[in-house]
């Protein structure tokens, strides 16, 4: 059976600054996918992860669908109501344009989807990261589908080793989607080039080079692209599905140990440690650190299972600590160098501002006759 995995994601407000969506904002989202996606919709999930409410979807309508993005669409309409009743912070946060046009992409939720044929047993891992952005994943997804560090499937399953299909998004062309597909292992340094730079490209889908299946998609929206200012940082989600022809669930999960440091946190405009949470985690310390959920799920016709919690484990309580102690050490140089963002990835006006008003003030040595004497010493005018 031929089976969509639709899922979307935006953040419409919530409690106590950039934190958690309250319950109520939630069960709003819920209630609507549950009563207008009935007609077509074979199952759903609503959750959230950080300040983000997932809808996570399944149908027979294919990619990009108007009316599946359409639900989403309204039922975040609805819930950036309640968050309005409710006095949540940054009500409609996401939502950046005022009508539905054929689909969610480009209007500011995030959107990943697989479409497949189902197989017998059809286990996939669905990631929500937050107070980060869509190059997040890139690194994860690296190790666990061509590194034989952490994907031992490439040393012992026979399809696994034909390698994979990297489509790459360079998000930084904002008119149009401009990609290319790399393929591991002959491309792998090429893909380590572009895959350096989280900020300008994003593995966008990866698929199996043994059967042309599809294997992951990433949501790739860059809000500050649409909106041309900071309204909220990205906030990714990923569908990764796992295990035959794929990476075991384990090594997919395995690259989070990591931490690595990526864009986001404070205002966006930071560097910090991704922590692999529980379902349900907000943020706290700094507006943060990053944080990245794991939900895994099978499915039999589209019906999902109820998820487990993948990063739910004594394993990750240790490396939650790692993460913490990261976030601490980075923390320990304020603003100083790589602890923030280079000026074109800052999320805020503010240092542009400052920037701009202290123009005038500059002044080029030599041509100073005007200056103060301690300005003219340094100059060398005296
Ligand atoms: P099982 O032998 O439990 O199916 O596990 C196979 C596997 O891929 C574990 O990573
Ligand atoms: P969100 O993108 O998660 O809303 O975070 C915004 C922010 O500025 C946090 O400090
Ligand atoms: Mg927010
Ligand atoms: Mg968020």
């Not at 309250?22 to 074979?42: H, W």
């Not at 197989?119 to 994860?140: C, S």
């Not at 794991?294 to 600590?321: I, K, Y």
Request: charged share 20%.
């Amino acid at each position: 059976m031929r089976i969509t995995v639709s899922v979307i994601k935006a953040d419409v407000g919530s409690v106590g600054g950039h934190l958690q969506p309250s319950p109520a904002l939630r069960q709003t989202i819920a209630n609507v996918v549950r009563d207008e996606g009935a007609p077509f919709l074979i199952d759903h999930r609503v959750g959230s992860f950080g300040d983000d409410v997932f809808i996570l979807m399944t149908h027979t309508r294919g990619l990009n669908d108007e009316t599946v993005h359409h639900l989403a669409w309204e039922a975040f309409l609805r819930g950036t109501a309640c968050a309005k009743r409710e006095g949540l912070y940054g009500a409609g946060q996401d939502l950046l344009k005022d009508a539905f046009s054929g689909n969610v992409r480009g209007m500011g939720p995030a959107v990943a989807e697989l479409e497949f044929e189902e197989r017998t047993a059809e286990p996939f891992v669905l990631f929500g990261a937050d107070k980060t952005e869509p190059g997040a994943y890139n690194l994860p997804l690296y190790l666990a589908f061509a590194d034989p560090m952490f994907c031992s499937g490439l040393l012992l399953s026979s399809k696994i080793k034909k390698g994979f299909t990297f489509r790459i998004l360079d998000v930084a062309h904002a008119e149009a989607d401009r990609f290319i597909d790399l393929q591991t292992p002959e491309d792998l340094y090429d893909l380590a080039a572009l895959l350096r730079d989280n900020e300008r490209f994003v593995v966008a889908s990866i698929h199996s080079r043994a059967t042309g299946d599809i294997a992951a998609a990433v949501s790739t929206t860059r809000l500050h692209n649409i909106a041309g200012k900071y309204t909220g940082k990205d906030d990714p989600v990923a569908l990764v599905r796992t295990q035959q022809n794929f990476p075991a669930t384990g090594e997919v999960l395995a690259p989070y140990r990591l931490c690595h440091y990526v864009g986001g946190f404070m205002r966006g405009s930071h560097t910090g440690p991704l922590m692999p949470v529980r379902a349900g985690t907000g943020v706290s310390f700094f507006d943060g650190p990053p944080i990245v959920t794991a939900l895994a799920f099978s499915m039999s016709g589209g019906n999902l299972t109820q998820p487990v919690d993948a990063f739910d484990h004594p394993f990750w309580d240790h490396v939650r600590t790692r993460a913490a102690e990261k976030a601490i050490t980075i923390r320990e140089q304020g603003f100083s160098g790589n602890a923030m963002l280079p000026q074109s990835e800052l999320e805020y006006g503010g240092i542009v501002e400052i920037l701009d008003a202290l123009e005038p003030r500059f002044r080029i040595a030599g041509a100073m006759v005007d200056a103060p004497s301690h300005e003219l010493v340094a100059a060398g005018a005296r």
